[in-house]
């Protein structure tokens, strides 16, 4: 499976944050926004990625994430000249799929919580079909949202509804399987002029290939895209961190966990953060080689 990271569009609810600067190269505090999408995929055990991002911040991801070989993985970049919907998202990535099943996340979107890594591993595997991860929220209003009949299959799919028949939202993550570039050119522009990814959904519930995934209590998705959000998932990464004295979306210990790189590959990447926090952080990672040790059931997953 291969990943697509949407990092493009306007930013205009941070403006004038991103007058100059894309948004999802802000600070979610301590790192930039996309890193955690990014940690995302790596926990699902995505190694190939594409970043799709606007013309004008193209050289500013690649100068901050590169090839991705420090972490193992395999980066490549393609430019979205205007925020024309999600699934124009697979379109633009269609020759780097390759014909493979593809996550897609939204590079604004922060995931964390115990038992993650398993649930996105597993979803990873699919082969046939879409899956979805749904979130309860108390203003469904503001989301594509999913309907579940009696027997918690996906019922129905509203964008955006004045009356909610549920509160489940529709989050920033999906999985695809090789199909869906192709299933979505055949869409058509909504009323606002955009490729709209309820109706990329909506053909794969027609076709009876739609899985949900339901995150609960356990697990936090955050969604970074006004002042207000973006300074809550800041606070949220701050509390967890200081408590905890973990990070979340470090991408050095993550590729290490995962196995995408050898410890002493992640002690050669010290001197890049040596003086800061972050670098202080990856040298009592390489000092305490116990932190390798496996994640006991039921502990958190660092993210």
Avoid at 33 to 54: D, F, K, N, Q
Avoid at 156 to 183: C, N, V
Avoid at 232 to 250: H, M, N, P, W, Y
């Amino acid at each position: 499976m291969k990943g697509v990271i949407l990092a493009g569009g306007s930013g205009s609810r941070l403006r004038p944050l991103t007058r100059v600067v894309s948004k999802q190269l802000l600070p979610v505090y301590d790192k930039p926004m996309i890193y955690y999408p990014l940690s995302t995929l790596m926990l699902a055990g995505i190694r190939e990625i594409m970043v799709i991002t606007t013309p004008d911040d193209l050289d500013r991801f690649q100068g901050l994430l590169g090839d991705g070989s420090q972490w193992g993985l395999r980066i490549e970049y393609a430019t979205q000249a205007s925020p024309d919907g999600l699934p124009q998202g697979l379109i633009i990535a269609e020759r780097f799929l390759a014909g493979a099943p593809s996550c897609l996340v939204l590079g604004d979107n922060v995931f964390f919580g115990t038992g993650l890594t398993p649930i996105l591993a597993s979803a990873a595997t699919l082969t046939r079909g879409a899956t979805v991860f749904t979130y309860p929220v108390k203003d469904p209003e503001r989301y594509g949202v999913v309907q579940l009949a009696a027997d918690g299959s996906v019922l129905s799919i509203e964008e955006k509804p004045q009356r909610a028949l549920s509160r489940l939202a529709i989050t920033g993550i999906y999985f695809f399987d090789g199909d869906a570039p192709a299933i979505a050119r055949t869409l058509a522009p909504s009323a606002r002029g955009e490729l709209e990814i309820t109706d990329l959904l909506r053909e794969y519930l027609r076709r009876g290939t739609l899985s949900l995934q339901r995150l609960g209590r356990g697990v936090a998705w955050l969604d970074t895209g006004t002042h207000q959000s973006l300074l809550q998932a800041s606070d949220f990464v701050r509390t967890i961190e200081e408590r905890q004295g973990l990070k979340i979306a470090c991408l050095e210990e993550i590729a290490c966990r995962q196995g995408f790189i050898t410890l002493d590959q992640l002690r050669a990447q010290i001197d890049t953060y040596r003086g800061s926090e972050y670098g202080e952080y990856l040298i009592r990672l390489a000092e305490e080689a116990d932190w390798l040790a496996p994640v006991a059931p039921g502990q958190p997953n660092v993210v």
